[in-house]
């Protein structure tokens, strides 16, 4: 039973244009959203997050939105550039154990030049 | 700056043998994990621990067990390697009452 889903496991962009990654979740219990990022035979890094109290988030080129109504959160990435290219993961902290996240199957982001 | 290490990049394995992987870090987390991450399957919890000699299972602990015996070292074993435990483990870390985890390069481990 996946809490978060990331249902496109791949998204095409051409450089300069705007990325939406997006992000399902099932437990309404969850009040905290982050974003990683990770390339290739690399360790994911964090890249912004969102509590629940907010509906928006910004820091540079990267936007997270947060629908609590619909469960929906998404990334927007403006303007994409090549070097975005990477998987990206949404996670919850688990409301029961904070330390643990649940993380989603991830989108593999090609930013084309 | 943070910092998690893993001791291998890449890792080949017979199924049958005992498997050690290791990770450290060096910022006095109190919690570290292990995840693996599999094709579709995201990052997905094996074991965590939040004080030395204390674990608790993820999701997926079966095949595993771990030993954190000094706070900066948790040890992900594989009693029995497996073909199906060929994967990429993740190791990461986080200070307690925060929910950003730091992760480790990552081990690459076939089994074959």
């Known amino acids: 039973d996946q809490q978060v889903k990331q249902n496109s496991p791949s998204l095409s962009v051409q450089e300069g244009r705007i990325s939406i990654l997006n992000c399902d979740y099932t437990?309404?219990?969850?009040?905290?959203f982050l974003w990683y990022k990770k390339y290739p035979a690399e360790g994911p890094t964090f890249l912004i997050s969102i509590s629940s109290i907010k509906d928006k988030n910004e820091d540079g080129r990267f936007t997270v939105f947060l629908n609590k109504s619909a469960k929906h959160l998404s990334l927007h990435i403006v303007p994409s550039q090549p070097g975005d290219s990477a998987v990206y993961f949404c996670a919850a902290p688990n409301p029961g154990s904070a330390r643990q996240l649940t993380f989603g199957s991830g989108t593999q982001l090609t930013v084309l030049p | 700056d943070v910092k998690v290490t893993q001791s291998s990049r890449y890792l080949v394995k017979r199924t049958g043998e005992k498997v050690f992987l290791e990770c450290v870090q060096d910022m006095d987390h109190e919690n570290m994990f292990w995840y693996r991450q599999d094709p579709g399957l995201g990052l997905r919890l094996i074991y965590f621990?939040?004080?030395?000699?204390?674990?608790e299972k993820g999701d997926i602990p079966e095949g595993y067990s771990v030993s954190r015996e000094k706070k900066e070292r948790f040890s992900l074993i594989l009693e029995s390697a497996s073909t199906n435990q060929t994967s990429m483990y993740l190791c990461?870390?986080?200070?307690?009452?925060?929910?950003?985890?730091?992760f480790g390069q990552g081990t690459r481990l076939t089994v074959v």
């Open positions: 990461a870390s986080s200070p307690t009452g925060s929910t950003e985890a730091f």
């Open positions: 621990s939040y004080d030395v000699k204390m674990k």
């Open positions: 437990n309404s219990m969850f009040d905290y």
